[in-house]
């Protein structure tokens, strides 16, 4: 079965270091999101991405974050100078269109903490 | 401010039993209601997703719509011990991909042996 995959599982970065963490979505999905999920908090959108270009942020993704299809197949964000607070689960989502909704699916995460 | 209003937990049910689990919505323009089951430590799983009032039936679960009350419910039937899990509600604005879903804290389950 398709299943959107996230790498690395874990990343520790140094506060004010730049991540990247990268994701492949289900290859016939459209549209392409970052979510973040706080440890014990509930998960927060934070940008979507069709046609290659951003097509909603939320209030999360200010400058410090940017997102990039490099090529056919990844989907990344990248996260610039990063903070305490940036720690978090960060999932990669995928969706096609369905009827008059959209499904989407979410990969396994990457665990980011920044020390 | 787009709000999604869960009952926290936890919600203990016997095994067998139906769990019932409830989710209310700020958004009157909502269009799309999706519930997502999360393991702890895990991603969330889609379990269904509903966008016309009513019920809609998947094997044991049953989500149901109530716009006018701005309320979705999901009722697991029969419930096993491997349906113990965080049970998320999540919202869709304008029913296409580019919206991102809003999502409630989540209803943690357990269901007893």
């Known amino acids: 079965e398709p299943e959107v995959t996230q790498t690395p599982s874990h990343q520790v970065t140094q506060m004010g270091q730049e991540v990247i963490l990268r994701c492949v979505p289900i290859?016939?999905?459209?549209?392409f999101y970052w979510y973040r999920q706080i440890l014990g908090q509930k998960v927060e959108f934070l940008v979507s991405?069709?046609?290659?270009?951003?097509?909603?942020k939320s209030e999360i993704f200010d400058d410090q974050f940017s997102v990039e299809r490099p090529d056919g197949s990844n989907f990344t964000l990248k996260i610039r100078s990063t903070k305490l607070e940036d720690s978090a689960m960060y999932f990669c989502?995928?969706?096609?269109?369905?009827?008059?909704?959209?499904?989407?699916?979410f990969g396994q995460g990457t665990r980011l903490t920044v020390v | 401010q787009k709000e999604v209003e869960q009952n926290s937990g936890p919600l203990s049910v016997p095994e067998g039993a139906i769990a019932s689990l409830n989710c209310t919505y700020s958004?009157?323009?909502?269009?799309?209601f999706f519930w997502y089951r999360q393991y702890s430590g895990k991603s969330p799983e889609l379990i269904m997703f509903?966008?016309?009032?009513g019920d809609k039936e998947d094997g044991r679960f049953t989500a149901q719509l109530n716009k006018a009350s701005q309320y979705v419910s999901l009722l697991i039937r029969d419930s096993q011990p491997s349906d113990s899990a965080t049970y998320l509600c999540?919202?869709?604005?304008?029913?296409?991909?580019?919206?991102?879903?809003?999502f409630g804290k989540g209803t943690h389950l357990i269901i007893q042996p």
């Open positions: 958004d009157r323009g909502s269009q799309s």
């Open positions: 290859s016939n999905h459209l549209y």
């Open positions: 989502a995928s969706s096609r269109w369905v009827s008059e909704s959209t499904e989407a699916f």
């Open positions: 509903i966008y016309s009032n």
């Open positions: 991405f069709y046609n290659n270009e951003i097509s909603e």
């Open positions: 999540a919202v869709n604005s304008d029913g296409g991909g580019a919206d991102g879903l809003t």
